[in-house]
């Protein structure tokens, strides 16, 4: 029993990881997808679009801080509650990074035929970045109560 609850918690540990780069895959390939159809029919601007396609990458930055600080904590009394923050987080990553994708495609899309919205147009991708954020950082707060302050 104490190696299926030691196993449930190497998976909680390697979920931010696995999933926060999946959601990110999913969020830079749509982005990507509107960056390169913007550049079919723009002239100039082509760096701004790339840029703005690899925005949701940074959850699976997120992911691997969370993963890597998880790892040093895992025991059969953590085991649990790293599994369940673990599987969670990786969760908010990933569905963080879908949706900026979604917002990045949008914020390129409109900026093709309205150049002068561009920055003002990101601001739905930042905000949903903020949740990633916050997901983060209460992992990392959270890993402290499961392991009894330390992590």
Excluded: D, H
């Excluded at 029919?41 to 959850?59: C, H, K, L, N």
């Excluded at 739905?124 to 949740?131: I, L, M, S």
């Excluded at 916050?134 to 992590?151: I, K, M, Y």
């Amino acid at each position: 029993m104490e190696n299926m609850i030691l196993a449930l918690g190497w998976l909680g540990v390697f979920a931010p990881l696995a999933l926060g780069a999946v959601g990110s895959i999913i969020g830079c390939s749509r982005a990507g997808q509107a960056a390169i159809g913007a550049m079919l029919e723009t002239e100039s601007g082509y760096g701004r679009f790339i840029g703005v396609s690899a925005m949701p990458s940074s959850q699976v930055i997120y992911g691997i801080v969370v993963t890597l600080t998880f790892g040093g904590a895992i025991n059969p009394e953590s085991a649990a509650g790293i599994f369940g923050i673990g599987v969670l987080v990786g969760l908010a990553l990933m569905a963080s990074a879908i949706y900026q994708g979604y917002a990045c495609a949008s914020s390129i899309s409109v900026s093709k035929s309205k150049p002068e919205v561009f920055g003002i147009s990101l601001a739905p991708a930042a905000v949903v970045e903020g949740f990633a954020v916050f997901a983060f950082v209460f992992a990392l707060v959270l890993l402290g109560t499961v392991t009894g302050g330390g992590g």
